[in-house]
């Protein structure tokens, strides 16, 4: 099975600076994919930014970028120039590859992250 | 941009009803799911759903638990009798392919248990 692990409860960071959060995961998997996914206080789940395994280049979204790595087994979020509207949980989330067509893969989250933003 | 759309917001319900979570997912996507989070913890999976059957289901679905896409659009989640620990938000999601582009949630339902 895998985990996934926060280790981070809260980190606090200071508008227009940058913060990075952690997170590790295990798995016996070659292939698959982790997601970042940020829930501010509406609660819903928003999709920050996605990595596939196989690929080397970490991905990187406008303000967001990830440090992927594999043989740490380790894929942490930065966030730069920090922005109020970031103050959100933040989960890290693992995908393992689906084999068979038609089946759909579970998502296994950490515990979450919760960032504050000072102004 | 196109949503998941889940209702209520928030139900409020006694002990041993039944209730009914309501979700309607993206109209092209073809693979739903349920997760629930028990405040302050971890989002934990419930179920998946492709092609009119469950695909997956954790030890938490379990015989209270069932899925239903009852006319193509709407997807629901039915807790038959419920519990004080199924208190929780409750989340939908779908998406279009297998999932490794990453979901499209829902903003969840919070359902208290009295």
């Known amino acids: 099975a895998q985990t996934v692990t926060q280790s981070q409860p809260e980190m606090s960071v200071q508008e227009a600076e940058t913060v990075t959060l952690s997170c590790t995961y295990d798995t016996s998997e070659n292939n698959y994919y982790l997601f970042w996914y940020k829930q501010p206080p509406s609660r819903q789940m928003i999709l920050v930014i996605r990595?596939?395994?196989?690929?080397?280049q970490n991905a990187t979204e406008n303000r967001f970028s990830v440090n992927f790595q594999k043989a740490a087994k380790s894929f942490s979020l930065k966030i730069s120039d920090s922005q109020l509207g970031d103050t959100a949980m933040y989960f890290c989330a693992f995908m393992k590859p689906m084999r068979l067509t038609g089946a759909n893969s579970k998502l296994t989250f950490g515990k979450g992250i919760t960032l504050s933003v000072r102004p | 941009e196109p949503e998941v759309t889940q209702t209520p917001s928030h139900q409020v319900t006694q002990m041993g009803q039944e209730v009914i979570l309501r979700c309607v997912p993206i109209s092209n996507h073809l693979y739903f799911y349920w997760y629930r989070q028990i405040l302050g913890q971890k989002v934990e999976f419930l179920v998946s759903f492709y092609n009119n059957e469950i695909s997956e289901k954790s030890e938490i679905f379990d015989d209270q638990f069932s899925v239903e896409r009852p006319d193509g659009s709407n997807f629901t989640l039915k807790i038959r009798s419920t519990k004080l620990e199924d208190s929780a938000m409750y989340f939908c999601?779908?998406?279009?392919?297998?999932?490794?582009?990453?979901?499209?949630f829902g903003s969840g339902t919070r359902l208290t248990v009295v």
């Open positions: 990595q596939e395994a196989y690929k080397q």
């Open positions: 999601a779908s998406s279009r392919g297998q999932g490794k582009q990453g979901y499209t």
